[in-house]
Nanobody
């Protein structure tokens, strides 16, 4: 199983960026998908998550600015980030809670991270 994140880059304050993460490999089902981030000198924190039925939750710091969505057909999760602030600068990691076989356990898999830099 691999999670490939993309879409990071340099953006000015107030700008927008959309991250994508594709899950590939031998998969039976994907449950919750999400995004975490780790800024300079900070602990990794949860940013947003979405269940396989579309329920979402967000960190208070990004509510109203970030939108998480997913494409279940293609096992892809997105994070649309708007009104970006310098404090959003971080490496963003995607996650997928999934089963590899029917009746198997759910494990959390992590992507490799994509860097988002918000600076003028």
């Amino acid at each position: 199983v691999q999670l490939q994140a993309s879409g990071g880059g340099l953006v000015q304050p107030g700008g927008s960026l959309k991250l994508s993460c594709v899950v590939s490999g031998s998969i039976f089902s994907v449950n919750t998908m999400g995004w975490y981030r780790q800024g300079p000198g900070r602990q990794r924190e949860s940013v947003a998550a979405i269940t396989n039925t579309g329920s979402t939750n967000y960190a208070d710091s990004v509510k109203g600015r970030f939108t998480i969505s997913r494409d279940n057909t293609n096992n892809t999760v997105y994070l649309l980030m708007s009104s970006l602030k310098p404090e959003d600068t971080a490496v963003y990691y995607c996650t997928a809670d999934l089963k590899r076989v029917a009746g198997g356990y759910v494990y959390r898999y992590w992507g490799q991270g994509t860097l988002v830099t918000v600076s003028s």
